[in-house]
């Protein structure tokens, strides 16, 4: 067997793209791959202060620093070798050689799409992907980083939604890459711009634990804000994460439509007449406050302004200013429910910080009402699908098919599941049955599309909502059904 340019084997080679596609690279990747004995040293060289921190590879692909402690992860290594902080390991864990791990990483990930396991679609998909990555982390190194909605970020993982599945997979590719999004893909709407970054700078000051900073993407996103009074969520995380733990999901504030659109203001010297005219233009009931676009003074209410004049006929603008409060575009929505009861509303600050948008009780009436439709649809086809079964068909011949070998012990309708309504409809001799004007192929086929959507909702999978053609997919099967069940 011919050993490849890293030393492993073709079969080992194959190994690791079956291991590694779809989840973030290990240092027992490279172990195991021949490009990064045990026994390694490896050096961590803080630029400012001259400070250089050793570290070892042992036989089972960990970090182990000099006092014994192990580590999967460098950039966890790298934390720990001094006391904390935010880096990137993979690039800043080098050998004595000075070939970083992130060039090791890259070396196996060449390795593994040189020869994709077969020549399907989908290995030729990864292959340009692959390769668009590259272009994209040599564009985020030069500081010319490449933008895009995420909606044109998903197309190169196959998708147009960010299901659960699709989400992990291209964040761990894209950490892979060494690339992260600024800001999170996963945590504004489908049609927002992302910028694709390169691993964090170690920005050492006077304390070791100041973590790095994305200079390039910092710069684009205060030039793209410059002109806006808008506020958001920190920087980025650092491209790598712990491989064992999955990407956190739930619905984010940013996934909202009102999140980070901007944002209509007036500042603390405004007079009322100002507010008034803003606030019935917009048809807002509420405004905030914003002397800068970091600096938040409160919001005044058509509630607050009556109170203040009520208080006191000749009262200033100040006296109308009450408390509000800025979330960051990455909380998630169950978390900011208590505020949102408290204010009424909540701001909304993006990945610079800045106010970026406004949330109130009605956008979230109605991102909940709009989650809470398909389940409602997908409960509905549920009863009506075991309607039909146990009004046109023979109890006994349905668990004959559902449950041959009595393992599951069906004695009755309500027992059966989504996959016993397509196993029993799916069969000729019970279709036939129903006695249905109807293509059992076309039909079938639809239920199993809806099973797709199914399982995305009930897993709570999909982080968009299920989208404009699912609603009447679901809607249409239902009423069919409801026409020729009776």
């Not at 239920?447 to 699912?470: P, Q, Y």
Request: proline share 4%; aromatic share 6%; net charge negative.
């Amino acid at each position: 067997m011919e050993p490849t340019a890293g030393g492993g084997t073709e079969k080992t080679r194959e190994r690791a793209s079956y291991l590694i596609e779809g989840r973030r690279v290990r240092i027992s990747d490279l172990v195991d791959a021949g490009l990064l004995p045990a026994g390694t040293q490896l050096t961590f060289e803080r630029k400012r202060s001259g400070r250089v921190h050793l570290a070892q590879v042992t036989a089972d692909g960990k970090i182990e620093l000099r006092d014994g402690r192990k580590f999967k992860t460098p950039s966890k290594a790298a934390a720990a070798t001094v006391g904390g902080g935010s880096f990137d390991g993979w690039t800043s864990w080098a050998l004595d050689n000075g070939t970083l791990l992130d060039n090791l990483r890259q070396e196996l990930l060449d390795a593994v799409v040189e020869k994709p396991l077969s020549d399907s679609p989908a290995a030729t998909s990864s292959a340009d992907r692959h390769a668009w990555l590259k272009h994209a982390r040599r564009q985020a190194d030069a500081g010319t980083c490449i933008s895009l909605s995420v909606r044109d970020l998903l197309v190169w993982w196959g998708a147009s939604k960010r299901g659960y599945r699709v989400s992990e997979r291209a964040s761990a590719e894209l950490a892979n890459h060494g690339l992260s999004t600024v800001p999170d893909f996963t945590a504004v709407g489908l049609d927002d711009q992302v910028t694709l970054v390169g691993p964090p700078v170690d920005t050492e000051g006077d304390q070791e634990e100041e973590a790095g900073h994305h200079p390039a993407a910092e710069q684009k996103a205060a030039r793209e804000h410059e002109d806006k009074e808008t506020t958001g969520a920190p920087g980025p995380t650092t491209s790598e994460q712990d491989e064992d733990l999955p990407t956190q999901q739930g619905q984010a504030v940013g996934n909202l439509p009102s999140a980070l659109k901007g944002v209509t203001s007036v500042t603390s010297s405004a007079s009322f007449e100002e507010a008034f005219t803003k606030m019935r233009l917009n048809a807002y009931s509420q405004l905030p406050v914003l002397d800068g676009p970091r600096n938040l003074r409160g919001a005044v209410t058509w509630e607050s302004i009556a109170r203040a004049r009520h208080a006191n006929a000749a009262a200033q603008f100040p006296d109308a200013i009450i408390d509000a409060h800025a979330v960051s575009y990455t909380d998630h929505l169950i978390d900011v429910l208590s505020d949102m009861e408290r204010f009424g509303f909540v701001l909304v600050k993006d990945q610079t910080n800045q106010i970026a948008g406004i949330i109130t009780v009605a956008d979230m009436a109605a991102e909940y009402g709009a989650t809470a439709r398909p389940f409602l649809l997908i409960g509905d086809l549920d009863r009506q699908l075991r309607w039909v079964i146990s009004e046109g068909l023979d109890l006994a011949e349905v668990i004959a098919l559902c449950d041959p070998d009595g393992r599951r012990k069906l004695t009755a309708f309500d027992q059966l599941s989504y996959g016993d309504y397509q196993q029993v409809l799916s069969n000729q001799k019970q279709w036939d049955r129903l006695g249905w004007p109807l293509d059992r192929k076309s039909f079938t086929a639809r239920l199993d599309e809806l099973r797709e959507i199914r399982n995305e909702l009930m897993h709570f999978n999909d982080k968009d909502k299920v989208g404009d053609s699912a609603i009447p997919m679901l809607r249409n099967m239902i009423e069919l059904l409801r026409e020729h069940g009776g």
